[in-house]
């Protein structure tokens, strides 16, 4: 198509001959004031995220994120229980899961502080408004989450692939590390700066053709990098949160390349659809493994033996 993307249908165009130029044509200025708009709002709401450095926009406050996390929870867990999938607290998975967490929570906020300072940012609070809780749901799913405000939930279908508590930590602190890098958040002021370009879109009259182009040039251009990013991020503090809670982080790259070795079908969901390229993840977590270990030392003096609890 090479006419006017913007411009009226053809046979429209036909009978009605465009009567003025370019900005006397009132979809233009939808765009435009949507653009100015979203550019203003969009950057005057810029945020540094405290565990990365990163920018970061929210589309939530702590509140109302730890509102909705319980809510999708309780959901989960309900649902699970009443298909008799929810596993007994004395359940020794459940044992399992709930110390480690446990573990994990306990250096969530001096994680957080020493995170902050060496990117010279005050320490976040986020955290403490946490409702922490752990389930484990009996199910071939291999998965695991940590929805905002805290709530965990690991599927015993992941416990075949994590193999070992170390490597279970990793993927637990890095399910945590979601949570805390308000991750839900962020996505969710996404969706809304897309949402409001579909809004202006919609509205201006532009051709369906050209907005589902759009549409697929958001997904793949900044959807899916957005996700593959806070993947990335999420793998880093999780990472020194699980070595901080003294477990082993060399764990991590022996427990991604047996995750990356499944096969679609049983990839994990919260895995596949936006996790970065296997050989590059392990790549990345090499990398991180020397300042991984400054946290191991620093929070377990004694040098606890890998594995042990
Ligand atoms: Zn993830």
């Known amino acids: 198509m090479s006419s006017d993307p913007f411009g009226p249908g053809r046979s ?25 708009y979203a550019a203003v709002s969009w950057f005057g709401s810029k945020e540094t995220d405290p565990y990365t450095g990163a920018d970061a ?53 001096q994680v957080s502080a020493d995170l902050a300072a060496m990117h010279g940012v005050a320490a ?14 009996d199910s071939e799913e291999a998965n695991a989450f940590c929805l905002p405000g805290g709530k965990i939930a690991v599927y015993t279908g992941l416990l075949p692939i ?9 993927v637990m602190g ?9 991750h839900g958040s962020q996505r969710m002021a996404q969706q809304k700066l897309v949402q409001m370009g579909q809004m202006a879109a919609g509205v201006s009259g532009i051709d369906p053709q050209v907005m589902s182009a759009i549409g697929a040039g958001v997904q793949y251009g900044v959807i ?17 949160l699980a070595a901080a809670a003294c477990y082993n982080p060399e764990a991590s790259v022996p427990l991604w390349e047996r995750m990356s070795s499944l096969g679609g079908g049983q990839r994990p969901p919260e895995f596949a659809s936006t996790h970065p390229d296997p050989a590059n993840r392990i790549q990345h977590l090499q990398s991180l493994m020397p300042q991984a270990k400054q946290f191991y030392q620093k929070y377990c003096p ?8």
Request: no cysteine.
């Open 12 to 36: 429209q165009q036909q009978g009605a001959p465009r009567r003025r130029g370019l900005f006397g044509n009132v979809r233009w200025w939808i765009l435009i004031a949507f653009a100015v």
């Open 57 to 109: 926009h929210y589309g939530a406050t702590p509140e109302e994120e730890v509102q909705l996390g319980a809510q999708a929870f309780q959901q989960v867990v309900g649902d699970a229980n009443a298909q008799g999938e929810l596993l007994p607290p004395d359940s020794p998975q459940s044992q399992a899961v709930s110390q480690i967490a446990r573990r994990l929570i306990d250096k969530v906020p």
């Open 124 to 137: 976040p609070t986020s955290h403490q408004g946490f409702e922490w809780s752990a389930a484990v749901i």
């Open 162 to 170: 994590t193999q070992n508590t170390d490597a279970l930590a990793v």
């Open 174 to 182: 890095h399910e945590i590390a979601h949570a805390l890098l308000r």
């Open 224 to 240: 899916l990098p957005y996700g593959r990013s806070h993947e990335s991020q999420a793998d880093e503090v999780g990472l020194m």
């Open 302 to 309: 004694q040098g606890r033996a890998a594995g042990a609890p």
